[in-house]
């Protein structure tokens, strides 16, 4: 088996791992291994924005995002959060990140469920594909920073509970990475469920090593579903509809076109009354209504969603669009402290593969991409401090066969929790 020699191994390529790279020292060599294409990612594909928090705003952040957590949210977390927001915000704008703006060149906020303000940042529809574009575009200037395409994480290198790099598989050829430190940024695990708005290559890879190697895991049964996912069976991989169109005014209706819901609410809550409302009536359809808005201002503010559902043969101005409820996001994962590490020596996890205690039992709107980019670089700077007295050790680790999918899956059987009977179609 042929072996890589790495400073930092980081294992994913959303926003998460990128941010984290870029926030580490330029002396070090960092290696990012990911098991499809860069882009391949669920931070890509984030439509709604990102959550920023100016300083007189914090208290009211604070508030909006427990109330949605179901308070059991980390308070500690939920403070870094927000004071650390505006700092990492502009970090990205350096980078050459493009925010919208209003006709007076000043940033443009909108407002999304469960917010009681106005304090998301957006590009159209497709703030995390911007985002994305510009930490590429930075990453590739980088000559210390190295990407491996289709390389499937099999394994961690772990030996008396610390890591020291991976085993992979890519092309049928396996292949080891040592390293001083792995940062796993590896996503959810939308991948494992039949209807999903995540990338099919997203597996919970860190949930089935955090149980094959007793590194300590938390709120596994937390699994959010999001209230509108067009309802396209046709689809593997099924397409959101952001929560800003109904932050924007657009509704959701039964099939009598009655409003039964207020959409504005938690997406927890907004999902349990779609839900009950089809098992209420023989499973019949809910569309989300968009039609009474500003067909051009719609056109122009949602690009991305319009010419996605216009392919689709539907007309988000004047059609109304079926929608059902999809997995989206796990606010459980690895356990972290508040600099991003984990209980197991020198892994770090980032990105919604962590578990900082954010969210909560159900995250707030567009607080996923702030939460990657504050403990992306929180982890970065502890790494750059203790990296110098790390010494890189091989061989202490061999591989062996498993299957991660099937171990993730069992996982997630075992703990979906007060979601056991929703998870059944999903």
Not at 49 to 73: M, R, W, Y
Not at 197 to 225: F, P, V, W, Y
Not at 242 to 262: H, N, Q, T, Y
């Given at each position: 088996m042929?072996?890589l020699?790495?400073?930092?191994?980081?294992?994913?390529?959303?926003?998460?791992?990128?941010y984290?790279?870029?926030?580490?020292?330029?002396?070090?060599n960092?290696t990012?291994?990911?098991?499809?294409k860069?882009?391949?990612?669920?931070?890509y594909?984030?439509?709604?924005?990102v959550?920023?928090?100016?300083?007189?705003?914090?208290?009211?952040?604070?508030?909006?995002t427990?109330?949605?957590?179901?308070?059991k949210?980390?308070?500690?977390?939920?403070k870094?959060v927000?004071?650390?927001?505006?700092?990492?915000?502009?970090?990205?704008i350096?980078?050459g990140a493009?925010?919208?703006?209003?006709?007076n060149?000043?940033?443009?906020?909108?407002?999304?469920?469960?917010?009681s303000?106005?304090?998301?940042?957006?590009?159209?529809?497709?703030?995390g594909?911007?985002?994305m574009?510009?930490l590429?575009?930075?990453?590739?200037?980088?000559?210390?920073?190295?990407?491996?395409?289709d390389?499937?994480?099999?394994?961690l290198?772990?030996?008396?509970n610390s890591?020291?790099g991976?085993f992979?598989?890519s092309?049928?050829k396996?292949?080891?990475v040592d390293?001083?430190?792995?940062?796993l940024?590896?996503?959810?695990?939308g991948?494992?469920?039949k209807?999903?708005t995540?990338?099919?290559?997203?597996?919970?890879?860190?949930?089935?090593l955090?149980?094959r190697?007793?590194?300590?895991?938390?709120d596994i049964?937390?699994?959010?579903?999001h209230?509108?996912?067009?309802?396209d069976s046709?689809?593997?991989?099924?397409?959101?509809?952001?929560e800003?169109?109904r932050g924007?005014?657009?509704?959701?209706?039964?099939?009598?076109?009655?409003?039964f819901?207020?959409?504005?609410?938690?997406r927890?809550?907004?999902t349990?009354?779609?839900?009950?409302r089809?098992?209420?009536?023989?499973?019949?359809?809910?569309y989300?209504?968009?039609?009474?808005?500003?067909?051009?201002?719609?056109?122009?503010?949602?690009?991305?969603?319009?010419?996605?559902?216009f392919?689709r043969g539907?007309d988000?101005?004047?059609?109304?669009i079926p929608?059902s409820?999809?997995?989206?996001?796990?606010?459980g994962?690895i356990?972290?402290n508040?600099?991003g590490?984990?209980?197991?020596?020198y892994?770090y996890?980032?990105g919604?593969?962590?578990?900082t205690?954010l969210?909560?039992?159900?995250?707030?709107?567009?607080?996923?991409?702030?939460?990657?980019?504050?403990?992306?670089?929180?982890?970065?700077?502890?790494?750059?401090?203790?990296?110098?007295?790390?010494t890189?050790t091989e061989?202490?680790?061999?591989?062996?066969?498993?299957?991660?999918?099937k171990?993730?899956?069992?996982i997630?059987?075992?703990?979906?929790?007060?979601?056991?009977n929703?998870?059944r179609?999903?």
């Amino acid at each position: 088996m042929s072996s890589l020699k790495t400073d930092v191994l980081i294992v994913g390529s959303g926003i998460g791992g990128l941010y984290t790279a870029l926030n580490l020292d330029a002396q070090l060599n960092i290696t990012i291994v990911t098991n499809s294409k860069i882009r391949d990612c669920n931070s890509y594909l984030a439509q709604g924005g990102v959550t920023t928090v100016i300083p007189d705003d914090e208290d009211s952040f604070i508030e909006d995002t427990l109330a949605a957590g179901h308070f059991k949210n980390n308070h500690e977390t939920l403070k870094i959060v927000a004071r650390e927001s505006w700092k990492n915000i502009k970090t990205l704008i350096d980078m050459g990140a493009e925010f919208q703006k209003n006709e007076n060149g000043e940033l443009k906020f909108t407002k999304e469920a469960a917010h009681s303000k106005k304090r998301i940042l957006f590009h159209g529809s497709e703030t995390g594909k911007m985002i994305m574009e510009t930490l590429i575009e930075n990453i590739e200037k980088r000559e210390n920073i190295t990407i491996l395409e289709d390389s499937e994480l099999l394994d961690l290198k772990i030996f008396k509970n610390s890591v020291y790099g991976g085993f992979f598989r890519s092309k049928n050829k396996n292949f080891s990475v040592d390293s001083k430190i792995v940062v796993l940024a590896t996503g959810g695990i939308g991948g494992l469920f039949k209807n999903s708005t995540n990338h099919e290559n997203i597996k919970g890879i860190s949930l089935a090593l955090a149980q094959r190697h007793n590194i300590e895991a938390k709120d596994i049964e937390c699994i959010q579903l999001h209230p509108t996912a067009l309802d396209d069976s046709s689809k593997k991989r099924l397409f959101l509809l952001s929560e800003a169109l109904r932050g924007e005014g657009a509704v959701i209706r039964d099939a009598k076109g009655e409003r039964f819901v207020d959409e504005l609410l938690p997406r927890d809550k907004v999902t349990e009354s779609i839900i009950k409302r089809k098992n209420n009536n023989n499973n019949y359809q809910i569309y989300l209504d968009a039609t009474e808005l500003d067909s051009d201002y719609i056109k122009n503010r949602f690009e991305g969603i319009y010419n996605e559902c216009f392919e689709r043969g539907y007309d988000i101005t004047t059609d109304l669009i079926p929608i059902s409820p999809a997995q989206h996001y796990f606010m459980g994962g690895i356990k972290t402290n508040l600099k991003g590490r984990s209980s197991c020596q020198y892994l770090y996890v980032v990105g919604e593969a962590a578990c900082t205690g954010l969210h909560g039992k159900n995250r707030l709107a567009s607080n996923s991409l702030l939460e990657a980019l504050v403990f992306g670089r929180k982890a970065a700077s502890d790494i750059n401090i203790h990296i110098k007295d790390i010494t890189l050790t091989e061989n202490l680790a061999s591989e062996d066969e498993w299957c991660p999918e099937k171990a993730a899956r069992e996982i997630i059987i075992r703990h979906r929790g007060d979601l056991k009977n929703e998870l059944r179609h999903y």
